[in-house]
């Protein structure tokens, strides 16, 4: 049996993952342990919360104290850190948290694990640290260069402090790989969307925004082009990089599904117009506001190791995958509602007020 702990396994991927590991294996024990900022909801995991190979622990992978007695109670085999501040707007707004979390959280719990798993005489044993990381660390791509794609060996050249914070855990990961022989992998993906995802990200803001009838904000000239993953492939691929990757490798997953933002935009409008048999969500909701500062042009992953090494490929057609994801938020609305009221308005206005409409 494979004992799991899951860092931040009640956020989108997170929970996601944990689903995915508890319907994937019989044998496997999967310990959560999260902080539950805005990000976290346990209402996502409601349905794996009797079950006896599953357990919760509110605590901040900060914490060393915490993480230490729940490494020490739960003995884990495997350790995936998806804790972390993960909103790029926000990250603008307020850098020291992601500083706080995605570097000092993760150097912490390397430190955490190291200790719990080094041998007296050398070695750790079985133990794996897989660092989920993502492909915003190598920076931007050119539009005018569309057979140009991140590989694992691009030079990091983060833009953001999201992204800055995520290349410089993935340092300190490395780091402690090839200084302490710590058995690190790194994992680096592109943009995920499916169910219980924040809708501050791009398609579940666009969808909640499609229902009510409100403004639809595309940054700049909605050219940016990002590479869409359907989150089960995600889980698909860490699962498979943690039990056969080799210790010290960074891989690359990605859609091979490159799109300019308005190209999503347009396909929301369209299938949630569709749906709801409604006319009223037509491309007159676009509104184009003012640009992401430093926002990074086109993202597009070469997932050429991970398919050679490991045989894994995306299996979710993006047709098929939106359509998924805009079916599970109608038939979820309450579980937006929620996650939608109080501070989620307030965040909403403080991110939006002051953009105004650069084009409409
Ligand atoms: P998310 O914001 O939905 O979830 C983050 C989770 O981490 C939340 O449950 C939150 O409560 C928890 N958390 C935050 N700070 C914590 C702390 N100090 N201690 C413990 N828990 C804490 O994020 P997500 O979109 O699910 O992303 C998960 C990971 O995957 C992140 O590391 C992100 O950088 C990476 N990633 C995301 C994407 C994407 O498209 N969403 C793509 C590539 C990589
Ligand atoms: O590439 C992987 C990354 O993808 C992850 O590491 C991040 O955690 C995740 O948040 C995501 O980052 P992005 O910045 O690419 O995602 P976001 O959904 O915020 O934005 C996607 C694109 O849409 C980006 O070009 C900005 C644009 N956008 C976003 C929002 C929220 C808009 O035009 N309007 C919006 O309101």
Redesign the pocket.
């Known amino acids: 049996m494979k004992r799991y702990l899951v860092t931040g396994g009640a956020g989108f991927i997170g929970s996601n993952f944990v689903l995915h590991l508890l319907r994937a294996h019989d044998d496997v024990r999967v310990v959560n342990v999260d902080a539950l900022t805005y990000a976290g909801n346990l209402e996502n995991l409601r349905e794996v919360e009797g079950d006896p190979r599953y357990a919760f622990c509110q605590a901040d992978i900060r914490d060393a104290e915490a993480m230490a007695a729940v490494v020490a109670a739960e003995e884990p085999d495997y350790v995936v850190n998806f804790a972390a501040e ?4 926000r990250s603008i707004e307020d850098p020291g948290i992601f500083e706080s979390t995605n570097v000092g959280g993760t150097v912490n719990l390397l430190n955490v694990c190291r200790a719990a798993w080094e041998r007296p005489g050398g070695g750790v044993g079985e133990h794996r640290y897989l660092q989920v990381s ?3 660390v190598y920076g931007t791509l050119s539009l005018d260069e569309p057979d140009t794609f991140f590989r694992e060996t691009t030079p990091l050249s983060a833009h953001s402090p ?1 992204s800055a914070s ?1 290349a410089s855990a993935d340092l300190f990961c490395r780091a402690y790989g090839d200084t302490f022989d710590f058995p690190v992998l790194i994992t680096r ?3 995920n969307y499916g169910p219980y995802q924040f809708p ?3 398609i579940p ?1 666009m969808i909640h925004n499609a229902v009510h009838h409100e403004p639809l ?3 700049g000239d ?1 050219l ?1 082009v ?1 590479d869409w993953l359907y989150v089960e492939d995600h889980c698909a691929a860490i699962d498979l990089v943690l039990r056969k990757g080799r210790i010290g490798e960074v891989y690359n997953v990605g859609g091979h599904n490159e799109r300019a ?1 308005l190209d999503i935009v347009e396909t929301i409008i369209r299938l949630v117009s569709e749906r709801l048999d409604d006319p009223e969500i037509n491309d007159g909701l676009i509104t184009f506001v003012e640009d ?1 500062k430093g ?1 990074d042009r086109r ?1 597009g992953i070469d997932a050429g190791k991970i398919a050679a090494e490991l045989g894994w490929e995306p299996k979710t057609p993006f047709e098929e995958g939106i359509e998924k994801t805009i079916d599970w938020y109608l038939a979820h609305a309450d579980w937006v509602e929620r996650v939608t009221s109080g501070a989620y308005k307030a965040y909403y206005e403080e991110m939006y007020g002051h953009r105004g409409a650069a084009r409409a």
């Open positions: 993960s909103h790029v707007d993502t492909d915003e999201y995520k993906c592109s943009n501050e990200k791009l803001l904000p595309v940054y909605g940016n990002r933002n992401r926002h993202y």
